[in-house]
């Protein structure tokens, strides 16, 4: 019976889809397959350097960081969202946007401008040297600069999600609690908050692995993490690549169990309402006395994330070219950039249409199990995926190109292309190319005509995403890149690990510049997909 029925599925997809989907997802278990051979070729004095009370301590801060995170993450970006969607806050758009723009900036890059701000000799310090008799400051080093850095950049993981989920509840539920007498915080507490816990548990699953990947800032601020201490083992002539692929292999066991903590917080409840309610807008929160204090929450938000780093690099690199720095470089770096993000985002989107395709339109226990291979490279940092590419590719022509360098890149940010082509093909409605088939055209010919055009705004967004993650990425760009292959990333990071900050300021404001346009694209798309989703439902 199951073959029966996975036959009869197979006929109907392209046999492209099926063929592309199976290669691609052979590709990505590289990783696995890299890991699995260091284990089993892990000697036991290997082990015996891994299970050590120092291993036990890189664990610690780690896990530290990946639960703290999310819960300040979650305390700047509910009220955000809220503010934002919710209320009558003043510039509402204006707000939404700038709040989320600090998605652009690396964390490596707010790391460098808290050191050069808020270090014991930093900036903050001389400015109050000489008025105040102040010398030192505590330090930023360590944990808490650690935290703040990578809460600072990976919040609007968290935001966004919330404002689209609080921007779709039915307000009939709402109604329907003001009617029984409960007010607003009440309501909010036992109506609104239950219908964000999906969004409450992607982003904060998207954020805990981020904080566990992470490299620069941690690295920069020194707060050795695992992702820190596989660097550093990869570093070391003997021996060194075997205890950073025992040490992958536990990073691999964190970011698995985080992902199956995520799943079983799901329910099965319906996070829904009638089509009729959720078309209508809620009504808006009168913020009265309190409009102002919800201004200057958000404003502190912008000054802290945006405007603070932009202004320290701006002084920085002035300073820098007064001082005589050359920006030439930095041009050829920034194309470099701009060529592989685009190539890279390009060959992503293509590898993922058909499994986006596969699995939003032809479910099955085959197309579960390529949607969850996708997920091996968002699980792992990119440093571990660029271990295992070089151990496969060492000795071959493929060593040091650039096509290494964006295979790199598909493992790594295929899921993100995947899951937006996805929940682009999930709001097709599947009766057009029904039609499409009934008329007597193969399955191959209604995904040319029919399901690639319409997916295009999915595309376009996921080619968007990969390229503002492509320019930031440091860690595979560092180990895969070809020789004399500089990239705005691997500029700045050269930069600050020498402490020369203004060399490191041009750099830094043109990577945040170019990556705030497919930041843009994305917050255009956004608000266009749901345009037309209120407008759909209205008719």
């Given at each position: 019976?199951?073959?029966?029925?996975?036959?009869?599925k197979?006929?109907?997809?392209?046999?492209?889809?099926?063929?592309?989907s199976?290669?691609?997802?052979?590709?990505?278990?590289?990783?696995?397959?890299?890991?699995?051979?260091?284990?089993?070729?892990?000697?036991?004095?290997?082990?015996?350097?891994?299970?050590?009370?120092?291993?036990?301590?890189?664990?610690?801060?780690?896990?530290?960081?990946?639960?703290t995170?999310?819960?300040?993450?979650?305390?700047?970006?509910?009220?955000?969202?809220w503010?934002?969607t919710?209320?009558?806050?003043?510039?509402?758009?204006t707000w939404?946007?700038?709040?989320?723009?600090?998605l652009?900036?690396p964390?490596?890059?707010?790391?460098?401008?808290?050191?050069?701000?808020?270090?014991?000799?930093?900036?903050?310090?001389?400015?109050?040297?000489?008025?105040?008799?102040?010398?030192?400051?505590?330090?930023?080093?360590?944990?808490?600069?650690?935290?703040?850095?990578?809460t600072?950049?990976?919040?609007?993981y968290?935001?966004?999600?919330?404002?689209?989920s609080?921007?779709?509840?039915?307000?009939?539920?709402?109604?329907?609690?003001?009617?029984?007498?409960?007010?607003?915080?009440?309501?909010?507490?036992?109506?609104i908050?239950?219908?964000?816990?999906?969004?409450i548990?992607?982003?904060?699953?998207?954020?805990?692995?981020?904080?566990?990947?992470?490299?620069?800032?941690?690295?920069?601020?020194?707060?050795?993490?695992?992702?820190?201490?596989?660097?550093?083992?990869?570093l070391?002539?003997?021996?060194?690549?075997?205890?950073?692929?025992?040490?992958?292999?536990?990073?691999?066991?964190?970011?698995?169990?985080?992902?199956?903590?995520?799943?079983?917080?799901?329910?099965?409840?319906?996070?829904?309402?009638?089509?009729?309610?959720?078309?209508?807008?809620?009504?808006?929160?009168?913020?009265?006395?309190?409009?102002?204090?919800?201004?200057?929450?958000?404003?502190?938000?912008?000054i802290?994330?945006?405007?603070?780093?932009?202004?320290?690099?701006g002084?920085?690199?002035?300073?820098?070219?007064?001082?005589?720095?050359?920006?030439?470089?930095v041009?050829?770096?920034?194309?470099?950039?701009?060529?592989?993000?685009?190539?890279?985002?390009?060959?992503?989107v293509?590898?993922?249409?058909?499994?986006?395709i596969?699995?939003s339109?032809?479910?099955?226990?085959?197309?579960?199990?390529?949607?969850?291979?996708?997920?091996?490279?968002?699980?792992?940092p990119?440093?571990?995926?660029?271990?295992?590419?070089?151990?496969?590719?060492?000795?071959?022509?493929?060593?040091?190109?650039?096509?290494?360098?964006?295979?790199?890149?598909?493992?790594?940010?295929?899921?993100?292309?995947?899951?937006?082509?996805?929940?682009?093909?999930?709001?097709?409605?599947?009766?057009?190319?029904?039609?499409?088939r009934?008329?007597?055209?193969?399955?191959?010919?209604?995904?040319?005509?029919?399901?690639?055009?319409?997916?295009?705004?999915?595309?376009?967004?996921?080619?968007?995403?990969?390229?503002?993650?492509?320019?930031?990425?440091?860690?595979?760009?560092?180990?895969?890149?070809?020789?004399n292959f500089?990239?705005?990333?691997?500029s700045?990071?050269?930069?600050?690990?020498?402490?020369?900050?203004?060399?490191?300021?041009?750099?830094?404001?043109?990577?945040?510049?170019?990556?705030?346009?497919?930041?843009?694209?994305?917050?255009?798309?956004?608000?266009m997909?749901?345009?037309?989703?209120?407008?759909?439902?209205?008719?």
């Open positions: 019976m199951f073959y029966l029925e996975l036959k009869r197979i006929d109907r997809v392209p046999l492209v889809v099926w063929v592309s199976i290669l691609i997802t052979i590709l990505i278990a590289i990783p696995l397959v890299y890991l699995t051979i260091r284990t089993l070729g892990a000697g036991p004095e290997t082990w015996e350097l891994v299970f050590r009370f120092r291993t036990l301590e890189i664990a610690g801060r780690t896990l530290a960081l990946v639960i995170v999310p819960l300040l993450s979650l305390g700047i970006s509910l009220p955000l969202a503010l934002t919710r209320t009558d806050l003043p510039f509402k758009r939404s946007v700038l709040t989320a723009l600090p652009v900036i964390s490596y890059i707010f790391a460098y401008v808290m050191i050069v701000a808020l270090s014991p000799r930093g900036m903050l310090q001389q400015a109050l040297a000489s008025p105040f008799g102040i010398e030192q400051i505590p330090s930023i080093y360590g944990f808490s600069g650690a935290l703040l850095s990578v600072a950049v990976s919040y609007p968290l935001l966004l999600p919330l404002q689209a609080l921007r779709g509840i039915d307000p009939s539920l709402e109604e329907a609690s003001h009617s029984l007498g409960h007010g607003t915080f009440s309501t909010f507490k036992k109506v908050l239950p219908q964000l816990r999906p969004a548990a992607s982003g904060s699953l998207l954020i805990a692995l981020y904080s566990l990947r992470d490299f620069g800032a941690v690295s920069l601020l020194r707060y050795e993490t695992f992702t820190f201490a596989i660097y550093n083992q990869y070391t002539p003997f021996g060194g690549r075997m205890i950073a692929a025992a040490l992958s292999m536990i990073l691999l066991f964190f970011a698995l169990s985080l992902m199956f903590a995520e799943s079983a917080t799901r329910s099965k409840a319906k996070f829904y309402g009638s089509a009729k309610g959720s078309s209508r807008k809620a009504d808006l929160v009168k913020l009265g006395r309190w409009r102002w204090p919800a201004l200057a929450f958000c404003g502190t938000v912008v802290l994330f945006l405007v603070l780093p932009i202004s320290v690099l002084y920085w690199a002035l300073r820098g070219i007064s001082a005589g720095e050359t920006v030439q470089v041009w050829s770096s920034a194309v470099n950039s701009i060529q592989v993000s685009v190539m890279a985002a390009v060959i992503v293509l590898a993922a249409l058909p499994i986006a596969l699995t339109r032809f479910s099955g226990r085959l197309s579960q199990v390529v949607e969850k291979f996708t997920y091996i490279g968002f699980a792992l990119g440093i571990v995926i660029s271990l295992s590419i070089v151990f496969f590719a060492v000795g071959t022509f493929m060593y040091q190109t650039l096509g290494l360098l964006i295979f790199g890149y598909l493992i790594l940010f295929l899921p993100l292309a995947v899951g937006s082509i996805r929940n682009s093909l999930l709001q097709i409605n599947p009766s057009l190319e029904e039609a499409s009934s008329l007597g055209r193969t399955a191959s010919q209604t995904m040319r005509s029919i399901t690639i055009p319409l997916s295009r705004n999915g595309m376009i967004s996921g080619a968007a995403l990969v390229f503002l993650v492509t320019m930031k990425e440091l860690q595979a760009t560092l180990i895969l890149s070809p020789r500089d990239t705005l990333a691997t700045i990071w050269h930069a600050t690990s020498e402490a020369f900050f203004a060399r490191a300021a041009v750099p830094a404001l043109l990577l945040i510049l170019l990556s705030s346009i497919p930041m843009m694209i994305l917050l255009i798309f956004w608000h997909r749901e345009n037309y989703e209120k407008i759909s439902s209205s008719l």
